[in-house]
């Protein structure tokens, strides 16, 4: 069951990026920053604060097009100048982010979708200097839902695509999901708009009355639209929508007995003449020949950019401009850049790839550095596996910032500024994209929130179990995108 916690200070996050909260909801630290202006906001009992208004407004949808219906346009115009007053007051990078995308939110319902992409343009810049996942995630769709208003479709789902992160909740990503459906819908992509839907409803879990119905208008608007047109174009895969680069793939060549790699269409586009190779990453790959024991560097087109001369016997592959080399192959790791220039020459026992900035380093004990080497987190630790909800172990940090260390057996949760968030007091932990499961001794699990304080006793039975607890906290939850 829960344990009876409520936290000291703790207030409704505006609809600026998870909408309704309740006390008992484990909100994120940025969730409580955001929601500080909009509660004292709202204590002024003459003019009801405009966030809270967006995110308890009840909007009904067009059959054909599902797009909000406006039942009173001068109620929306001022809200915007609601809006418009807070930002005018707002100085930090976070509210300004908020602020904006929220917007832009109301300017595209309004159709005047040329403010809205000046504004949602202006609050990713302003999102991106936090450096905040979740943050950056809502602004990024907000952004992508005027970008579909406005017909560029493939920014749009491009946009939708890459916010839509496995770390963020259930209950965001749901709605994500809901919304890159009606782009889809838009386009004519009716089979990839229903697999939207669908992932839509499965994310959620709850009971949500208000998204079974969406959905439900949304799959009779496509049922129409199939009848008239058909199914309309196959789905395409996460590459296409996110306009990756495909860079040529390792091919082995049996009549050479040699590598060499190949494009999407099976066609060797650089020779097979190396006796060991490694996938492009950052434009490059390590590749060694027969004759040599250390590697070499080349670019996607096969011409050389680090000579096997530099003599690194051991490599990993770039990450973030960087790579880990070793002229002995097992130790000893500095980071060069992909001109061979020693950015970091602290020689580490073991190594993992930058992510977001930082990584993971053992000298004696497990820490972590940044990208020129500076020491963000200190060798104290025995192990760095961060184990993730969704089934995934990160060597290292999680797109968020943090990480599970090893602490002689118990685990902990640094970020990746080297802040202890949670003190090693667990045989298990688990990252959850609002929480932080936590197991004992005797098998049972319970959860932390995001600051490290207590919110579900470690009682029950599996993760799954406090899993779906999590997920009735967060049940009346309505992200606004």
Not at 236 to 253: T, V
Not at 293 to 318: H, K, M, N, P, Y
Not at 461 to 474: F, G, N, T
């Amino acid at each position: 069951m829960l344990a009876p916690v409520v936290v000291p200070g703790q207030r409704p996050a505006p609809a600026g990026d998870a909408g309704t909260t309740t006390p008992e909801t484990p909100a994120t630290a940025a969730d409580d920053a955001e929601g500080r202006d909009a509660a004292e906001a709202s204590a002024e009992p003459e003019e009801p604060d405009p966030e809270q208004v967006l995110a308890q407004y009840k909007w009904r949808f067009h059959p054909e097009t599902l797009r909000e219906i406006v039942e009173n346009p001068d109620e929306l115009r001022d809200l915007r100048d609601r809006l418009t007053k807070k930002l005018d007051k707002a100085t930090d990078n976070a509210t300004r982010a908020r602020l904006l995308s929220l917007r832009a939110v109301v300017s595209r319902i309004l159709g005047d979708l040329n403010k809205a992409l000046a504004d949602g343009k202006l609050a990713l810049a302003h999102a991106e200097a936090t450096g905040q996942l979740r943050r950056i995630a809502i602004t990024q769709a907000r952004l992508a839902h005027v970008l579909q208003w406005r017909g560029d479709f493939a920014e749009a789902d491009r946009l939708f695509a890459l916010a839509n992160s496995p770390e963020l909740p259930d209950r965001l990503r749901a709605t994500m999901h809901e919304h890159a459906g009606r782009s889809c819908y838009d386009q004519g992509r009716y089979i990839e708009a229903c697999n939207h839907f669908e992932r839509a409803l499965e994310l959620r879990k709850v009971e949500d009355p208000d998204l079974i119905e969406r959905t439900e208008l949304a799959l009779a608007a496509v049922a129409r639209k199939v009848a008239e047109n058909g199914i309309g174009p196959y789905p395409r895969s996460m590459e296409e929508i996110l306009q990756l680069h495909r860079p040529p793939a390792p091919r082995f060549d049996e009549r050479a007995g040699a590598w060499g790699y190949a494009d999407r269409d099976g066609q060797l586009v650089i020779r097979p003449v190396f006796a060991d190779v490694q996938p492009f990453r950052d434009g490059v790959a390590w590749v060694r020949r027969p004759e040599s024991e250390t590697w070499e560097l080349i670019d996607e087109a096969g011409g050389q950019v680090i000579d096997a001369r530099s003599g690194w016997l051991g490599v990993s592959s770039f990450s973030e401009g960087l790579a880990w080399v070793s002229r002995d192959g097992s130790g000893a790791w500095v980071a060069i850049d992909k001109s061979n220039r020693v950015v970091i020459s602290t020689g580490f026992d073991d190594v993992r790839p930058f992510r977001r900035g930082v990584a993971a380093v053992r000298r004696g004990g497990w820490g972590a550095v940044d990208k020129v080497g500076r020491v963000v987190v200190p060798f104290q630790y025995t192990g760095y596996v961060t184990a993730m909800t969704d089934g995934r172990y990160l060597d290292g940090f999680t797109d968020e910032g943090l990480a599970i260390v090893d602490a002689g057996g118990h685990k902990a949760v640094v970020d990746r500024s080297g802040r202890v968030i949670v003190p090693p007091s667990y045989p298990k932990m688990v990252i959850h994209p609002v929480a932080f499961l936590i197991g004992t001794e005797k098998g049972t699990w319970g959860a932390l929130d995001r600051r490290g304080r207590p919110l579900i006793e470690p009682t029950l039975e599996s993760r799954l179990a406090v899993i779906e607890e999590i997920d009735r906290l967060l049940a009346d939850t309505k992200p606004v995108l």
